[in-house]
């Protein structure tokens, strides 16, 4: 089957579309043939080896950890999928890639709903996946206030509806062409840089319960003191988190976490309500995953990128 591969930490140019083995459902696995699948800035980090010293991973290496497909093969002790259903899912996180391929092995799932495309449900999962994650970790419910710093990107525009669903208020920052994107999914419309701390405090006079960082662009400090302590701060992006007392959310750990299991449902529920959806920033062929790639290195993605197969 076609995979996109690399055997090589380095730019886009490394990036291959080989032939390998199919995977195979083990107990508790799905097998789906993969209609589209995303890529993350994490897919951008490993291949370009920013976290090979964290996070190695043996060479050569499929990416992508989310995708949308028709189940074809059902491992040990499932039961509420069959072949022929269409999901939504994320692969074993222990691994950290694999559904950037013909065929991908979900350790996590959902049914596709029908309110949402293949290439909106093939981006969604591993969004869906961080932002219940680090929403659940700020406690974000009803009556919170939430800021969150790059709300233009894939996380920041799930966890902007996933908050807004929970009761919460969000303000989200981005540059200014975004502003009306983002209140169109609920967020209050900020811009980064110098001045956040009195542009926030004007929109919001009582103060943050919490700060969730998808940028990683140097502000934590600053996040921080306008949360009041390190605690209320989440990063899914800045690696010098610790430094500053921050809680650095980069996976739920191996195999299908429960978790995840109910933040999809979740979503899936709201985009049938049409309360949810999935921001495509662009899709792109298979074949041209490089261009992908550059796209989302270039940090103002509005939404996620997502391959088609």
């Not at 909106?120 to 994650?133: H, I, K, L, Y």
Request: glycine share 14%.
């Amino acid at each position: 089957m076609r995979a996109l591969t690399f055997s090589e930490y380095g730019p886009t140019s490394v990036l291959k579309v080989a032939d390998v083995p199919e995977p195979h459902a083990g107990p508790g696995q799905i097998r789906v043939a993969v209609r589209a699948s995303g890529v993350a800035p994490a897919d951008c980090s490993h291949r370009s080896g920013r976290l090979r010293d964290i996070m190695p991973l043996p060479l050569p290496h499929v990416l992508g950890v989310d995708a949308a497909g028709v189940v074809d093969e059902v491992g040990p002790g499932v039961t509420d999928v069959r072949p022929g259903d269409a999901v939504f899912g994320i692969v074993d996180l222990a691994v950290l890639g694999g559904a950037n391929a013909d065929h991908a092995v979900l350790a996590t799932w959902a049914p596709k709903p029908g309110a949402l495309s293949w290439e909106q449900a093939g981006g969604a999962a591993a969004n869906v996946e961080t932002a219940t994650r680090t929403l659940d970790r700020l406690k974000v419910t009803v009556g919170t206030t939430l800021l969150i710093e790059g709300a233009a990107g894939g996380v920041g525009t799930v966890a902007i509806q996933l908050a807004v669903a929970r009761g919460a208020t969000v303000i989200g920052t981005a540059g200014t062409h975004n502003h009306e994107f983002l209140a169109g999914l609920g967020a209050i419309p900020t811009t980064y840089g110098p001045g956040l701390g009195e542009r926030v405090m004007a929109l919001a006079p009582d103060g943050l319960d919490a700060v969730l960082d998808c940028a990683g662009s140097g502000s934590l400090p600053d996040l921080v003191d306008l949360a009041g302590s390190p605690d209320r701060v989440v990063t899914i992006a800045d690696l010098n988190a610790a430094q500053y007392g921050v809680h650095l959310s980069t996976s739920a750990g191996p195999g299908g976490d429960p978790q995840a299991v109910e933040g999809l449902a979740e979503a899936a529920a709201l985009a049938e309500q049409g309360r949810f959806t999935v921001p495509v920033a662009a899709v792109f062929a298979f074949e041209d995953a490089p261009a992908a790639h550059q796209l989302s290195e270039t940090g103002h993605a509005r939404g996620k990128i997502v391959l088609t197969h």
